[in-house]
């Protein structure tokens, strides 16, 4: 099971990765059409939009694979002095919060994918649910990935603790 995980996470930095050096030849590219040739072609803006969103939605779904989403910390910290067993309940509890909000958000984004698939884009005249398909699956993997820190705990599964733990 880990393996697999592991291997989505590796595919999903690739793809920021890949998202992020798109997006830069993209914007770099725009600028040189506009002021060298004076117009900039329409597939250029669209094309660095949707590179933006799916590397910003997959970005978000590794910050939750790594811990470093957004999250209520005050109650653990005013509450300190609990013991482990019981800290760990109730980090268990909040990160089902988040693993909720996850699987609604992704019920919610494979609704609007499926509505956006009779619409095309005025660029690339691709259909729209493809750009909107990066909804459902960014949140179905931070959903696994909240899951996991549910079941295994926070540090068992984040990418150091499988090369070997940080230096």
Request: net charge neutral; charged share 15%; with cysteine.
């Amino acid at each position: 099971m880990m393996r697999i995980v592991n291997i989505v996470d590796g595919a999903l930095r690739a793809l920021v990765t890949l998202c992020l050096i798109g997006l830069t030849v993209l914007v770099l590219f725009q600028v040189v059409s506009r002021y060298v040739f004076g117009s900039v072609p329409l597939f250029a803006e669209e094309t660095a939009r949707f590179a933006m969103i799916w590397m910003a939605m997959m970005a978000a779904a590794l910050g939750v694979r790594d811990a470093a989403n957004i999250r209520i910390d005050l109650v653990p910290a005013a509450i300190g002095r609990l013991s482990p067993r019981v800290l760990r309940l109730l980090e268990a509890l909040l990160e089902s919060v988040s693993l909720t909000v996850f699987l609604v958000l992704a019920w919610y984004g494979l609704d609007a994918m499926l509505f956006a698939h009779g619409q095309t884009s005025p660029g690339m005249g691709i259909p729209l649910s493809y750009p909107y398909a990066v909804m459902p699956i960014a949140f179905v993997c931070a959903a696994v990935f909240s899951a996991l820190r549910i079941v295994y705990g926070p540090a068992e599964h984040s990418p150091e603790s499988q090369v070997g733990g940080a230096e």
